[in-house]
């Protein structure tokens, strides 16, 4: 059965940090690609950063530069280290993994605010 959980949103300061973790489950996580989204009330669910199961990693251009995407294959997990965060960024942050498209997990709320 495969499940994604989203941890480590919260409330931040503009300029702050975050580092975001996705816990798989179900899946042979170490050959798979595994993409962050994000989606803001109203917005369409927004693709942020991707690393393949080789490490090789990809931003969107409005993370590019403050974000970065890791894996730790011998748990299961991805993380998202948010830097340099901003008001445009608040949203709910999703993983996904490539070869399972159709699993989500609940996510986790990510607030840049003053």
């Known amino acids: 059965q495969v499940q994604l959980v989203e941890t480590g949103g919260g409330l931040v300061q503009p300029g702050g940090s975050l580092r975001l973790s996705c816990a798989a489950s179900?899946?042979?996580?170490?050959?798979?690609?595994v993409n962050w989204y994000r989606q803001a009330p109203g917005n369409q669910r927004e693709l942020v950063a991707t690393i393949t199961r080789g490490g090789t990693t990809n931003y969107a251009d409005a993370v590019k530069g403050r974000f970065t995407i890791s894996r730790d294959n011998a748990k299961n997990t991805v993380y998202l280290q948010m830097n340099n965060l901003k008001p445009e960024d608040t949203a709910v942050y999703y993983c996904?993994?490539?070869?399972?498209?159709?699993?989500w997990g609940q996510g986790t709320q990510v607030t840049v605010s003053s």
């Open positions: 996904n993994v490539g070869a399972y498209t159709a699993y």
């Open positions: 179900g899946i042979i996580f170490r050959l798979s690609a």
